[in-house]
T-cell receptor, first 112, second 114 residues
Framework: GENVEQHPSTLSVQEGDSAVIKCTYS??????FPWYKQELGKRPQLIID?????GEKKDQRIAVTLNKTAKHFSLHITETQPEDSAVYFC???????????FGQGTRLTINP | NAGVTQTPKFQVLKTGQSMTLQCAQD?????MYWYRQDPGMGLRLIYY???????DKGEVPNGYNVSRLNKREFSLRLESAAPSQTSVYFC?????????????FGPGTRLTVT
């Protein structure tokens, strides 16, 4: 089955700097890659997703890139702000997005 | 719209007790899911229901059963709770149609088994 590895497990950056979180997946049939943000004590919420027919997708300060050959995808957050502090999860799916396999999560802290 | 709702919010069980976690969505979604979240392990899929009348196992189904009661409701049952089932449980739903994959999560149930 699919296996998703996420790095780093914790990341601390200065406000205004960029943050990058990386994930690798094992199943070459995976074709859907969402990123979820979870604030402390809250539910996970989708922030951006990408499908395997696209190499990059941007939404304001966040972007996701996908390298199908290497089987890895990354989340990029630019001009970080204190409200970006949260745990971020990547996920991958090959079955019409029904069975998401999540990475272990990255705790991002933005230092003022 | 309330979105995805879960009851209860908190629960403490003794080993061997049973309980049912309830989940409901009012977004007319076809697909529903149950996940557990443990520290350092992300979210792991327990069971899912692609559409009313169907259920399938996820990564960690052992010790759990589910019922898709109708299109709105999807319950998770622990028949004989064990300390290893101490976790936060999230229900989620998605439209399930081609091109609309976003999963919407409920607020979670924090379960402790002693």
């Amino acid at each position: 089955g699919e296996n998703v590895e996420q790095h780093p497990s914790t990341l601390s950056v200065q406000e205004g700097d960029s943050a990058v979180i990386k994930c690798t997946y094992s199943d070459s049939a995976s074709n859907y890659f969402p990123w979820y943000k979870q604030e402390l004590g809250k539910r996970p919420q989708l922030i951006i997703d990408i499908r395997s027919n696209v190499g990059e997708k941007k939404d304001q300060r966040i972007a996701v890139t996908l390298n199908k050959t290497a089987k890895h995808f990354s989340l990029h957050i630019t001009e970080t702000q204190p409200e970006d502090s949260a745990v971020y999860f990547c996920a991958a799916s090959s079955q019409g997005a029904q069975k998401l396999v999540f990475g272990q999560g990255t705790r991002l802290t933005i230092n003022p | 719209n309330a979105g995805v709702t879960q009851t209860p919010k908190f629960q403490v069980l003794k080993t061997g007790q049973s309980m049912t976690l309830q989940c409901a969505q009012d977004m007319n979604h076809n697909s529903m899911y149950w996940y557990r979240q443990d520290p350092g392990m992300g979210l792991r899929l327990i069971y899912y229901s692609a559409s009313e009348g169907t259920t399938d196992k996820g990564e960690v189904p052992n010790g759990y059963n589910v019922s898709r009661l109708n299109k709105r409701e999807f319950s998770l049952r622990l028949e004989s709770a064990a300390p290893s089932q101490t976790s936060v449980y999230f229900c989620a739903s998605s439209l399930g149609a081609s091109g609309t994959y976003e999963q919407y999560f409920g607020p979670g149930t924090r379960l402790t088994v002693t």
